[in-house]
């Protein structure tokens, strides 16, 4: 049964870093694709940032750009989003989620996340606050 773990959340003051990260059971990354997601309380969920499981390729939404980096590492079945520069505004609970590989790019998965990404982690709680 596929399974998606996300930890590394937590309460962090503006400017600050955290990595998330996604643990995948299941399923093997290689042939699969992953996002991140966030949703911020009484907004809708969005797509941060798409990684291919199966080349590394990588795609990034407006909100991420610059401040955030996905990254994979396939040994450990797990794809990471490293964050910096943390604002206010970056609070929510983040999600990973996974979708199988396609014969696509990367940059149309993350441009119709709902087609694609189908398994979700239980999301972890990212706090910006001083």
């Known amino acids: 049964q596929l399974q998606l773990v996300e930890s590394g959340g937590g309460l962090v003051q503006p400017g600050g870093s955290l990595r998330l990260s996604c643990v995948g059971s299941g399923f093997t990354l290689d042939n699969y694709a992953i996002a991140w997601f966030r949703q911020a309380p009484g907004k809708e969920r969005e797509v941060i940032s798409c990684?291919?499981?199966?080349?590394?390729?990588?795609a990034y939404r407006n909100s991420a750009q610059g401040r955030f980096t996905i990254s994979r590492d396939n040994a450990k079945n797990t794809v990471y989003l490293q964050m910096s520069s943390l604002k206010p505004e970056d609070t929510a609970v983040y999600y990973c989620?996974?979708?199988?590989?396609?014969?696509?790019?990367?940059?149309?998965?993350?441009?119709?996340?709902?087609?694609?990404?189908?398994?979700w982690g239980q999301g972890t709680q990212v706090t910006v606050s001083s």
């Open positions: 990684i291919s499981g199966r080349d590394g390729t990588k």
């Open positions: 989620a996974s979708a199988q590989w396609r014969i696509t790019t990367i940059e149309a998965m993350c441009n119709f996340p709902k087609v694609f990404f189908d398994s």
